[in-house]
């Protein structure tokens, strides 16, 4: 069931976007009040994106230091230190590691 509150949440002309892989044979019902003022609930996968025409962007704007994503990184750490990644990351120790290979 989707909640109310996640169509709700969106203006008239909206949409709500459902994420993530859902499981074989799965359902959604959600109630129907929101749907009719002009509200949508929709499916993503993969978020939907262009990655021949995304990606360039994105590297364009990080080139322009205009995309900030070095400052998302709290740690990087060796491949085989993926447990500790793993351990820093259930500890909130750290915002994003990056394993490298």
């Given at each position: ?83 500790e ?5 259930l ?11």
């Amino acid at each position: 069931m989707v909640p109310e509150w996640n169509l709700v949440a969106t203006c008239a002309g909206g949409t709500a976007r459902m994420v993530g892989v859902p499981p074989t044979g799965g359902e959604v019902s959600a109630p129907m009040r929101p749907l009719f003022l002009d509200r949508r609930l929709i499916g993503s996968s993969a978020g939907t994106g262009r990655p021949r025409v995304d990606f360039p962007w994105f590297i364009e704007r990080y080139r322009q230091g205009r995309l900030k994503l070095d400052e998302l990184q709290s740690r990087s750490r060796p491949l085989d230190e993926i447990i500790e990644a793993f351990e820093d990351m259930l500890s909130s120790e750290v915002a994003r590691t990056i394993v490298r290979p």
